[in-house]
Nanobody
Framework: EVQLVESGGGMVQAGGSLRLSCAAS????????IGWFRQSLGKEREGVSC????????YYADSVKGRFTISSDNAKNTVYLQMNSLKPEDTAVYYC????????????????WGQGTQVTVSS
């Protein structure tokens, strides 16, 4: 059974940092990319970042490039999202997701969603 369990969300001031964790299990890592979507109030879900379960290659949305870093510890079945220089517009529920290789990294390509963790950035 696929399990995606997020942790690390919270409230920080603008310019601060948070590190999200996703404990991901129940699927063959080599066949998926693992990453993060987010959804702000009144906005559609958007892909933030992902990392290949096989070779570690990464993707970042333009809005977070240079501020966020995704990484994985395959031995611990955990993916991390280090978020630095946070802005109020980063406020959202962040969801850990898996996408099967060959599918696009968009909402339609997501095979499984985590429960989400709230990130709030105050100005």
């Amino acid at each position: 059974e696929v399990q995606l369990v997020e942790s690390g969300g919270g409230m920080v001031q603008a310019g601060g940092s948070l590190r999200l964790s996703c404990a991901a299990s129940g699927f063959p890592w080599d066949d998926y990319v693992i990453g993060w979507f987010r959804q702000s109030l009144g906005k559609e879900r958007e892909g933030v970042s992902c990392i290949s379960g096989s070779d570690g290659s990464t993707y970042y949305a333009d809005s977070v490039k240079g501020r966020f870093t995704i990484s994985s510890d395959n031995a611990k079945n955990t993916v991390y999202l280090q978020m630095n220089s946070l802005k109020p517009e980063d406020t959202a529920v962040y969801y850990c997701v898996i996408v099967k290789k060959g599918s696009y990294f968009n909402s339609g390509g997501v095979a499984w969603w985590g429960q989400g963790t709230q990130v709030t950035v105050s100005s």
